[in-house]
């Protein structure tokens, strides 16, 4: 039962455009929610987090949406760079998180 | 400040062996847990821990121990390896208070059952 589901597994984007990575999750008990990004041979880090009491957050190039009656999220990169190409991960969960099985992102130059 | 470290980075076990992944934090957090990814899929809770002495079962403990003696160190056992246990396993810890505050990884251990 995956409670937390990307359902793209790899995305491609031109340098310079906006990318849009999606997320849905089943488990109305969730209220925190996070996306990681992992380069390959390295641990996933922390990239942008919302609590289910917003619906939005940004942090640089960087927003997350949280639409919860969709139960739905969204990672948005503006504009994408090159060092954006990697695996990203969605995260949700009350006391621990549940992940979903990431988008490969590639930035075409 | 090293973070989260994990020992060794790569391992081949013959099926029945045993052996201990290492995990060492020195941010001082409280919560620590074991993931495993494999291949083409998300992050699936091993065990976690939410202070020294105190442990719990996540989505996947099967074939696995954990134990938590101190604040730092949170080693994963596996008793007898299965070639279902070949995957990549990562350590990550959290900051005192929400659990679900930022988890900060170790660069992970490849483990390869044969």
């Known amino acids: ?109 | 400040n090293a973070g989260v470290t994990q020992t060794p980075k790569f391992r081949i076990l013959k099926i029945g062996q045993s052996m201990t992944l290492q995990c060492t934090q020195d941010m001082n957090h409280n919560y620590m847990y074991w993931y495993r990814q494999d291949p083409g899929m998300g992050l699936k809770l091993i065990y976690y821990s939410v202070g020294a002495g105190i442990t719990d079962k996540g989505e996947v403990p099967n074939g696995y121990n954990v134990s938590r003696s101190t604040t730092e160190d949170f080693p994963l056992r596996l008793e007898l390896a299965a070639p279902s246990q070949t995957s990549v396993y990562f350590c990550a810890s959290t900051s005192p208070g929400f659990s679900t505050d930022t988890q900060y990884f170790g660069p992970g251990t490849r483990l390869t059952v044969l």
């Open chain 1, 1 to 109: 039962d995956q409670q937390v589901k990307q359902n793209s597994p790899s995305l491609s984007v031109q340098e310079g455009r906006i990318s849009i990575l999606n997320c849905d999750y089943t488990n109305s008990m969730f209220d925190y929610f996070l996306w990681y990004k992992k380069y390959p041979a390295e641990g996933p880090t922390f990239l942008i987090s919302i609590s289910s009491i917003k619906d939005k957050n940004e942090d640089g190039r960087f927003t997350v949406f949280l639409n919860k009656s969709a139960k739905h999220l969204s990672l948005h990169i503006v504009p994408s760079q090159p060092g954006d190409s990697a695996v990203y991960f969605c995260a949700a969960g009350s006391e621990k998180l549940t992940f979903g099985t990431g988008t490969r992102l590639t930035i075409i130059p």
